[in-house]
């Protein structure tokens, strides 16, 4: 299955850091691709960068040379003062991990074997995802109240855990909540369900309650740091647009609105492809009032998240606890309906 969508980044580091993955199959040796293979350096190390700008980018979270090697210009101008400035830094800081502009369609597909699967914990649904949510993309679940995204977000957060004979990758996750619907005590009936200790599962989750939506954008900008220090494969964002249609509504409003949306959305899809991690994002639906034909409801954030969500999942809600899951704008998947259930065990077949 390919990804669609996602702007790959394209790098490759020096050859003499070979620390290939050990592959069943014998392939060709092409050295670290992914952006997590590279070597961590400090950004004194980079050329034009002395004690004092060193300073400033660690205090802005660019603590290595990756983090400046993938920043934005306009990002990292804001710390180092000039457009001009960042770029020089930034082309340094690729040239200093031996980073090329384009590779190989082999080095692609290393890059993309790369990529790890968290199990749902729902057989229909993994095999409807091919095999589980994919590290290095973002999953978007969508769908009215109660369709069940809360669950499966709180699902995977205890799926990450699992060793990967059991559909995890024996990790930890990071949950930011905007609604205030995060439940330890369901991720604690959850986690016996799966076999783990219900105390150790709370552990293994980094919580943290985005009050708006700068608030959540600091939060993301502070998960960059962490996630590869605490083994973080899973970060959940429930939900990723309330604050936004709260904070900015109406038509007047939108186009800041999607543009802030978007560069949240890049940071996200930044970490995951930089630390190999799995994002989750849940979406809302509104209603289309002028459609009278077919579907009336379609998810909002428009076409910013449209083309950032690497998957979208639509939930919907089917008698009591079953609840129906299709993929949807995506041309390699088949426009195919499963179902699951919540139950006290979590989500289950
Ligand atoms: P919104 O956030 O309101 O948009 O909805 P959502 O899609 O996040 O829904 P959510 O995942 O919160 O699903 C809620 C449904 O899950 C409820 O209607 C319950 O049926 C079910 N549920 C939640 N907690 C439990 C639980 O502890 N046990 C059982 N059996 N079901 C639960
Ligand atoms: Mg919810």
């Known amino acids: 299955m390919t990804r669609k969508k996602k702007t790959e980044t394209v790098v490759e580091s020096k050859p003499e850091q070979e620390t290939q993955e050990k592959t069943e199959e014998a392939t060709v040796n092409v050295g670290p691709i992914l952006p997590s293979e590279l070597p961590d350096i400090d950004v004194e190390e980079i050329e034009g960068v002395g004690r004092v700008t060193a300073q400033k980018l660690r205090q802005?979270?660019?603590?290595?040379?990756?983090?400046?090697?993938?920043?934005?210009?306009?990002?990292?101008?804001?710390?180092?003062?000039?457009?001009?400035?960042?770029?020089?830094?930034?082309?340094?800081?690729?040239?200093?991990?031996?980073?090329?502009?384009?590779?190989?369609?082999?080095?692609?597909?290393?890059?993309?074997?790369?990529?790890?699967?968290?199990?749902?914990?729902?057989?229909?649904?993994?095999?409807?995802?091919?095999?589980?949510?994919?590290?290095?993309?973002?999953?978007?679940?969508?769908?009215?109240?109660?369709?069940?995204?809360?669950?499966?977000?709180?699902?995977?957060?205890?799926?990450?855990?699992?060793?990967?004979?059991?559909?995890?990758?024996?990790?930890?996750?990071?949950?930011?909540?905007?609604?205030?619907?995060?439940?330890?005590?369901?991720?604690?009936?959850?986690?016996?369900?799966?076999?783990l200790d219900p105390k150790e599962a709370l552990k293994n989750i980094l919580y943290a309650r985005a009050y708006n939506s700068d608030h959540l954008m600091l939060l993301v900008e502070e998960a960059k740091k962490i996630v590869e220090k605490e083994n973080i494969r899973l970060v959940v964002i429930d939900s990723i647009i309330a604050h936004f249609r709260a904070e900015y509504p109406g038509r007047e409003n939108?186009?800041?609105?999607?543009?802030?949306?978007?560069?949240?959305?890049?940071?996200?899809?930044?970490?995951?492809?930089?630390?190999?991690?799995?994002?989750?994002?849940?979406?809302?639906?509104?209603?289309?009032?002028?459609?009278?034909?077919?579907?009336?409801?379609?998810?909002?954030?428009?076409?910013?998240?449209?083309?950032?969500?690497?998957?979208?999942?639509?939930l919907r809600k089917g008698k009591e606890n079953i609840r129906i899951a299709k993929i949807f704008d995506s041309p390699m998947h088949p426009e195919r309906e499963i179902t699951f259930k919540i139950t006290d065990h979590g989500c289950v077949d």
Not at 285 to 305: E, R, S, Y
Request: contains cysteine; proline residues 3%; hydrophobic residues 40%.
């Open 60 to 195: 802005h979270g660019y603590t290595t040379v990756k983090d400046v090697a993938f920043a934005s210009v306009k990002e990292l101008a804001e710390v180092v003062g000039s457009e001009d400035r960042a770029l020089n830094i930034i082309k340094a800081a690729q040239k200093l991990l031996g980073l090329r502009p384009f590779i190989s369609a082999l080095e692609l597909y290393e890059k993309r074997r790369s990529i790890k699967r968290i199990s749902t914990g729902v057989k229909s649904l993994d095999e409807l995802l091919g095999g589980g949510i994919e590290t290095r993309a973002i999953t978007e679940f969508v769908g009215e109240f109660g369709a069940g995204k809360t669950q499966l977000c709180h699902q995977l957060s205890v799926m990450v855990q699992l060793p990967e004979d059991k559909g995890g990758l024996s990790a930890k996750a990071m949950y930011i909540d905007t609604e205030g619907t995060f439940r330890p005590e369901r991720i604690m009936q959850i986690a016996k369900y799966r076999g």
């Open 254 to 314: 939108l186009a800041e609105r999607q543009q802030k949306l978007n560069q949240l959305i890049s940071m996200l899809l930044r970490i995951a492809d930089l630390h190999n991690v799995a994002v989750v994002v849940t979406n809302q639906v509104i209603a289309q009032p002028d459609v009278f034909f077919g579907n009336p409801l379609k998810p909002a954030g428009g076409h910013v998240l449209a083309h950032g969500a690497t998957y979208r999942v639509w």
